[in-house]
């Protein structure tokens, strides 16, 4: 056989050498492994070091299992087998935990216990760090929210409403059983008054089957059925309304949540894959962002928007302090946020508020314009200080009532009513309402002193231009995270955890705009 003589580098993997290689020869030096090397050294990790305890074997030290965190939600890497498979294979993973192998279970108890309660400390630090480097100011943020999924059983939901059916169901039962008892029961047997059957409760289960129970008792006119029915009552009926009092304590203020994720409500999400507006258990993630930099995070079980801007920003305000809290200048938003409390809240801490109210992209639509012009109780001319509206025949409508509305977060509110004195016979009557009697309207004038004051804002030189950077700067994060990084659903359970799972994922999000910039 010939041999062919060529030119080929040396190859021996058994060849042993002098001095062991170093990952850190591998790295490149600008590498974003290191760049999070880098930020957790400087970060002060004694709160999170205090959760552990000095008796036992040895810990794995927090500041290696936080770098091995941080890097592998930057690398869309989320589940805890795949983070112990790359501190196995990945030089990167293998530099930053010094050849250390890390199972799981570990991985698992570090995310889960020991960060829940130090992280958003962790997460202040790193914010802060990023304003020393100048890549935010901290003055203004830009507020959006988005559905996420849970890591729950889709058709696992429990509903409110079936919950308040079921009681009824209930209740109804028992008064037809006991008016059956009623009708079949010896004259001496009867009861001329019955029980009261407003609401179910263990009393009257109890009180009513006792009494249903004396009248069928040996009673041969009493049906089989209904005894039967009886005998169902006595096993289940406690035990079913004590498994739907529970139910309702874990509801709370919401309408529905998942069995395998009981913090997980039942949404409508965005990612609609079978178009039919399924609900799905998911959190509403709310984030405020400045140069597409995650700022703050909170994560809410409410899906509307509306009732998540007040505890987003106090939970800033306990996150970061008094001081910081009082620097901020200015907050945009879309009109999912525009309401009187939102607006009430923002003037009281004295917060310029560019958040849009839900008629304000209608109002600039020209042919919207010329539809209800001059009929729409908005543009009817108002004297402040007689308190009168003026309709578009120059008839007073003067102030008849005023009473107070709760909204449906618990908001009260002031609404003045006004009616004009005689519309028999008006021309415009046809166009401008089509009501019995006389035409009558309600204001809430706090609201519509925040309406106008927010339309100067946003029709401001400033105001459209922040308009326009709302929309390239909050929205693209979430496309970042969803769609570029594939995180579209939680892989923890149970609303503290699922927020410290978003909250790595922001710091992730952060130090990649970190090297990016």
């Known amino acids: 056989m010939q041999i062919i003589d060529m030119n080929f580098r040396d190859y021996n993997q058994r060849q042993t050498a002098l001095f062991p290689h170093s990952f850190d020869d591998l790295i490149p030096s600008s590498h974003p492994v290191r760049v999070v090397d880098q930020v957790v050294e400087q970060l002060n990790l004694q709160g999170l070091i205090k959760t552990y ?42 530099w930053l935990s010094s050849m250390t192998i890390v199972d799981h279970n570990t991985v698992n108890r570090f995310r889960s216990n020991k960060l829940q309660d130090t ?29 996420i999924e849970a890591q729950a059983g889709k058709y696992t939901f429990v509903w ?10 209930m209740l109804t039962q028992l008064e037809d059983l006991w008016s059956y008892a009623q009708s079949v029961a010896k004259n001496d047997d009867q009861n001329p008054e019955p029980p009261e059957f407003k609401e179910i409760s263990k009393e009257v289960i109890e009180k009513t089957v006792e009494q249903i129970d ?35 304590k874990i509801l709370g203020t919401r309408n529905s949540y998942s069995k395998t994720d009981t913090d997980a409500t039942f949404m409508r999400m965005k990612e609609d894959h079978m178009l039919n507006g399924q609900l799905k258990p998911g959190y509403n993630q709310q984030i405020s962002t ?9 994560t809410h079980q409410n899906p509307t928007d509306t009732k998540t801007l007040k505890p987003h920003l106090e939970n800033l305000k306990e996150t970061f302090g008094e001081k910081i809290f009082n620097e901020l200048e200015e907050i945009t938003a879309d009109a999912g946020y525009g309401s009187e409390e939102n607006y009430d809240y923002l003037e009281q801490q004295q917060l310029t508020g560019y958040v849009k109210y839900n008629t304000f992209d209608k109002e600039q639509d020209k042919r919207y314009q010329q539809k209800h012009k001059p009929f729409s109780k908005e543009n009817l001319y108002y004297n402040q200080e007689e308190d009168y509206y003026v309709c578009p025949m120059g008839q007073k409508m003067l102030k008849t009532y005023q009473n107070k509305r ?62 326009k950077q709302r929309t390239a700067d909050v929205e693209p994060v979430f496309a970042q995270l969803k769609h570029n990084h594939g995180f579209r659903r939680f892989t923890l359970k149970g609303i503290k955890k699922v927020d410290l799972e978003f909250g790595l994922m922001a710091i992730a999000h952060n130090l990649r705009k970190k090297i990016a910039a």
């Open 160 to 169: 409110g409403k079936s919950i308040a059916t079921n009681k009824g169901k």
């Open 53 to 94: 305890k000095k008796e036992g074997n040895p810990s794995y030290h927090p500041k290696m299992l936080l770098k091995v965190m941080l890097y592998s939600y930057m690398t869309n890497v989320y589940s805890s087998r795949k983070i112990e498979q790359a501190l196995r294979e990945n030089i990167n993973f293998m």
């Open 290 to 298: 400045e140069n597409q930099i995650i700022v703050h995070y909170t």
């Open 406 to 467: 709760t909204t449906e977060a618990g908001y009260a509110q002031n609404i003045s009513h006004y009616q004009a004195q005689n519309c028999k016979g008006c021309p415009l009557r046809g166009q401008c309402f089509k009501a019995k009697g006389n035409r009558s309207i309600e204001r809430n004038h706090n609201l519509e002193r925040h309406k106008q004051k927010t339309r100067e804002l946003l029709l401001s030189e400033t105001g459209i231009q922040k308009r």
């Open 214 to 248: 004396a009248k069928l008792s040996g009673n041969e006119n009493a049906s089989t059925k209904a005894k039967a029915k009886l005998n169902y009552i006595k096993k289940n009926f406690v035990s079913n309304l004590e498994k739907y009092e529970q139910q309702q």
């Open 119 to 147: 992280f958003k400390e962790i997460f202040k630090q790193v914010v802060l760090m990023l304003a020393d480097e100048g890549l935010i100011t901290l003055k203004q943020i830009y507020t959006d929210g988005t559905k």
